[in-house]
């Protein structure tokens, strides 16, 4: 595939354009405001930069690879793309009015990924004419660096469509894992429950929240904690992803936490804020 689409330029959108420009494609990246488009195309700047300090890219392939990627702000730019993956704000209302523009204005054999972590795929897909077309392409942050993608199979994804994303994740150097369509697919179905029952054991005065992360590091092993971990992904984001989970498979083990919902909403999000279990000021 040489012709790429990615829908938002926030910290998925951005290094999912980054890798599909890194390796050879033509991206078009889009995002509702020219000034969320600048921030991106500097984020992916900085990125680049920082791989050739670390020589992971050669100091000339910087501006090789920037020259690969074009921007709009309009939906219509992506009506050539191959492929497109939707890294859009983690709602589903929003994803299938996406989709469902996407299906009209695309070439029917155009493949439709949301970035999605937790949303099914076969939902959005129902948004669309080509449900065979629709597939999940989860990546990991920080998307330069993680190797992870996980390809979340919809209910009528056909075989032609997840072949060719598990073939385009190998050729952009990740390891795709091909995963069945169920609420927080297999990573979030795991991490977020932990995450969340750590938040409890802050709520509940088990330890202080450096003790929390330490014995989690430390005792298993984890590069880093849960708290500061959720801080990292964002608390809205982990917040959403247990409401999911509570409400799709009904059972109150996924129930979010009190702390985690006062959290969200003072707007404590995490590192994006600058404030979340841990100060980033």
């Known amino acids: 595939m040489k012709h790429l689409g990615v829908i938002g330029g ?8 980054h890798v599909f420009a890194q390796f050879g494609c033509s ?17 992916i700047k900085n990125n680049l930069e920082r791989q050739a300090k670390k020589g992971v890219i050669a100091v000339n392939e910087v501006a090789t690879i920037l020259k690969r990627i074009a921007t709009a702000t309009e939906l219509k730019a992506l009506a050539n793309c191959e492929l497109i993956v939707e890294a859009a704000t983690e709602e589903g209302a929003l994803k299938k ?19 999605t972590s937790s949303i099914s795929i ?23 660096v993680m190797a992870l993608v996980e390809v979340i199979r919809g209910l009528n994804t056909d075989e032609e469509t997840l072949n060719t994303v598990m073939q385009l994740s190998k050729a952009l150097g990740k390891k795709p894992v091909e995963v069945n369509d169920y609420p927080g697919f297999v990573s979030n179905r795991v991490l977020m429950p932990m995450i969340n029952e750590a938040i409890y054991c802050v709520l509940e005065g088990v330890a202080a929240k450096e003790a ?12 880093m904690g849960p708290l500061a971990l959720a801080d990292f992904i964002g608390l809205d984001v982990c917040l959403n992803i247990m409401e999911v989970l509570h409400q799709q498979l009904g059972d109150d083990k996924y129930r979010p ?3 985690l919902r006062k959290m969200v909403a003072a707007g404590h999000f995490g590192k994006k804020t600058g404030q979340g279990f841990y100060s980033y000021t």
């Open 10 to 17: 926030g910290t998925m959108g951005n290094g999912i354009a």
């Open 27 to 43: 991206v078009t990246l889009i995002d509702v405001r020219q000034d969320f488009i600048d921030r991106a195309l500097a984020t």
């Open 97 to 115: 009015k996406i989709f469902a523009e996407l299906d009209a204005g695309c070439s029917p054999a155009t493949i439709l990924a949301s970035n």
């Open 122 to 144: 076969t939902e959005i897909a129902a948004a669309t004419k080509r449900p065979a077309k629709v597939i999940g392409m989860h990546f990991f942050n920080p998307v330069p």
């Open 212 to 223: 929390i992360d330490t014995v989690m590091k430390l005792g298993m092993n984890h590069p």
């Open 257 to 259: 936490c009190p702390l």
